[in-house]
Structures are given as structure tokens and as C-alpha cells.
């Protein structure tokens, strides 16, 4: 491992590739920390024993692949909202682009054993219904660009649902802020005409 490494910068995000790989690895990001850490909270002391039990594991699964489509949506929300004072006359033919994109990044990923075919397939329509309700209205703030997912990210923690009563602002909260923290980082590395110049390109 180069140990000087940690302290370089991140690379800029300069063409469609570098901002693929952006949304996808923030868009994990998102839907898989939340998960994992707030069932390792629930279980306090236990969660090393839980963490063994292959039905868990399962349960983990299932909601990581089920929220990974949510955490596609906000980070593409919020990239959209930071590229787009930067398109000028030609905003819908890069929001087009932009759309097309974010879909070939849910491609990537074969069908997820947990999940099946049919229920991923599923998935994936809700994500282009929903990418298109983004360029419907002004871009939102980082932290009000999880309010519509908030509900359906929580509910799927695999915690029994008397466990969770009482953490959905918790875990809106982690949202959040989460989201604050990929809008400081994208707006800081991003070379916003370049990106959009090479979305028109491809």
C-alpha cells in the first residue's frame, strides 16, 4: 500500500466515466453504512453473534440490494442539481444524458440472488420513473434531497419493525447528513463544464 496516499486528494471528476464511478461508489456508500451500522447498533453486545447467523446475513443483503436503487436516486439528485447551472441551452439533452447514465450504472449489476429477476427488474423502473421527476423542479438542498426516500430506507432495516419504532429520525438524520457530506465533496472535485461537455459527447 503507498502510505502517502492517504493524504493525496481525491482525482477531479473531469468526463462521464469519473462521474459514473462517483455516483456508483457514493450511491453504495449510502445505502450500505446505514444499514450495517444501525443494525450493529441495535444489537449492541450481540452483534458479533449476529452478524454470524446466516438468516441475518440474508436479511442484510436483501435491504442492501433493495436500498441500493435509493441511494442512486438522491446522489444523482444531488449531482444533477450541482451540474446544472452549468448546462446553459443545452440542459435537456444533458439531463437526458445524465438520466442515461445513472441507468447504466444500475446495469452494471447482475440480478441479485436475494432479490430475483422480476423484483429487480421492478427496481429498475422506479428508477427511470423517478430520475425523470428531477428535472421537474429547481434543485433542492443536500440535506432535503433524502425527505421522499427516508421512509422506504428505513423500513427496510433488518430489524424486527418494534425494535426500530422509535429511529426513523435517526436514520433520516444519517441521510442527511450524509448527503451534505457528497455534495461538499462532488462540488470541491468536480469540473462541472468539462463533465457536461463529455455527457453531451457520449
Given amino acids: 500500500m503507498d502510505f502517502f496516499g492517504w493524504f493525496r486528494r481525491p482525482p477531479p471528476i473531469g468526463d462521464s466515466i469519473a462521474l459514473g464511478e462517483f455516483i456508483d461508489q457514493h450511491a453504495a456508500f449510502v445505502a450500505q453504512k446505514g444499514i450495517y451500522e444501525y443494525a450493529r447498533a441495535r444489537a449492541g453486545h450481540y452483534a458479533k453473534v449476529l452478524f454470524r447467523e446466516q438468516a441475518f446475513l ?10 441500493y436503487p435509493l441511494g442512486l436516486l438522491m ?7 450541482i451540474l446544472r447551472p ?10 437526458e ?3 442515461d447514465l445513472v441507468v447504466s450504472v444500475f446495469d452494471r449489476y447482475p440480478v441479485p440472488a436475494q432479490l430475483g429477476e422480476q423484483a429487480w427488474g421492478e427496481l429498475r423502473e422506479e428508477v427511470e420513473r423517478r430520475l425523470q421527476l428531477i428535472s421537474l423542479h429547481p434543485p433542492k438542498r443536500a440535506m432535503d434531497i433524502p425527505e421522499p426516500f427516508a421512509q422506504t430506507y428505513w423500513e427496510l ?11 426513523f429520525l435517526t436514520t433520516r438524520n444519517y441521510l442527511r447528513v450524509t448527503m451534505c457530506n457528497i455534495h461538499d465533496e462532488f462540488s470541491k472535485r468536480v469540473d462541472a463544464p468539462a463533465v457536461n461537455q463529455s455527457l453531451l459527447a457520449a
Fill in 58 to 67: 440474508d436479511a442484510v443483503e436483501n435491504a442492501r440490494w433493495r436500498a
Fill in 75 to 81: 446522489v444523482a439528485e444531488l449531482v444533477e442539481g
Fill in 86 to 95: 452549468h448546462t446553459g441551452d443545452d440542459r435537456l439533452r444533458q439531463f
Fill in 97 to 99: 444524458a445524465l438520466r
Fill in 157 to 167: 432495516m433488518p430489524i424486527h419493525e418494534k425494535m426500530r419504532s422509535q429511529d
